[in-house]
C-alpha cells in the first residue's frame, strides 16, 4: 500500500471550515483514499472515501487532485465533537484480504 | 447499517489468564475481519487478517500462539489474548470487510474497541 503523509496537528476554531491535507504521491490507479478518525478511545470512524472524483456525504467533502498525488478533507463547519485524530489511509479494495494500514494521522484540535 | 459489535468494552484480568473478545459484524456478512492493537498515544498496529474458515494470516512480531484468533463464521471473529501479562494491555480493535460492498459502502467497519488491563 501507498503511504501517506500528513500534518502532526492542525488547530481549527469552531464554526470555521477544517481542511485536512494528505499527501499519497505513490498512489496506485487502483487505491482508493480512505478518510477515518478516532475520537479518544473508540473505534475509528469511517469519513469519507473516493478514487478520482470528488466525494461529499454529511459528513465531509474529499476533494482529490487530478494527479490523485493529494487530497484534502474538507469538515465545513466544525464542532467540537470533531476534535479527533483523522487518519488519511490509501488502500486496494479489490482484495477483501488488504486491510487499512494506519498511519499517524492528524490531530485536529477544534476551540471555541 | 455495516454495524460491528465488540464485547467486552473493557477487561481486567489477572496476569497469566486468558481473555477472549468477540466481533460481530451484526447487519451484514464480513467475508475478512482484522484485528488491531493501539497503545496509548499511538496509532492502530494491524495483529493479524482473518478469513472465514480458514488461519488467520498474523503480522511479522505477533505470536499467533498467544494471540489466538477464530473466524467460525461470516458474523464472528474472537480474539483471545492467552496467558495474559502486563505488557499486553493495550485497546483492541476489530474491523470487518463487508461480504457484499453493496452492502457496506465503505468496506471496512471499526468495532469500538476492547480496553485491556492485566493486573
Known amino acids: 500500500d501507498a503511504k501517506t503523509t500528513q500534518p502532526p496537528s492542525m488547530d481549527c476554531a469552531e464554526g470555521r471550515a477544517a481542511n485536512l491535507p494528505c499527501n499519497h504521491s505513490?498512489?496506485?490507479?487502483?487505491?482508493?483514499v480512505y478518510w477515518y478518525r478516532q475520537i479518544h478511545s473508540q473505534g475509528p470512524q469511517y469519513i469519507i472515501h473516493g478514487l478520482k472524483n470528488n466525494e461529499t456525504n454529511e459528513m465531509a467533502s474529499l476533494i482529490i487532485t487530478e494527479d490523485r498525488k493529494s487530497s484534502t478533507l474538507i469538515l465545513p463547519h466544525a464542532t467540537l465533537r470533531d476534535t479527533a485524530v483523522y487518519y488519511c489511509?490509501?488502500?486496494?479494495?479489490?482484495?477483501?484480504?488488504?486491510?487499512?494500514?494506519f498511519g499517524k494521522g492528524t490531530t485536529l484540535s477544534v476551540s471555541s | 447499517g455495516a454495524v460491528v459489535s465488540q464485547h467486552p468494552s473493557r477487561v481486567i484480568c489477572k496476569s497469566g489468564t486468558s481473555v477472549k473478545i468477540e466481533c460481530r459484524s451484526l447487519d451484514f456478512q464480513a467475508t475478512t475481519m482484522f484485528w488491531y492493537r493501539q497503545f496509548p498515544k499511538q496509532s492502530l498496529m494491524l495483529m493479524a487478517t482473518s478469513n472465514e474458515g480458514s488461519k488467520a494470516t498474523y503480522e511479522q512480531g505477533v505470536e499467533k500462539d498467544k494471540f489466538l484468533i477464530n473466524h467460525a463464521s461470516l458474523t464472528l471473529s474472537t480474539l483471545t489474548v492467552t496467558s495474559a501479562h502486563p505488557e499486553d494491555s493495550s485497546f483492541y480493535i476489530c474491523s470487518a470487510r463487508a461480504r457484499d460492498r453493496g452492502i457496506s459502502n465503505y468496506g471496512y467497519t471499526f468495532g469500538s474497541g476492547t480496553r485491556l488491563t492485566v493486573v
Open positions: 505513490t498512489i496506485s490507479g487502483n487505491e482508493y
Open positions: 489511509i490509501v488502500s486496494y479494495s479489490g482484495q477483501a484480504g488488504t486491510a487499512l494500514i
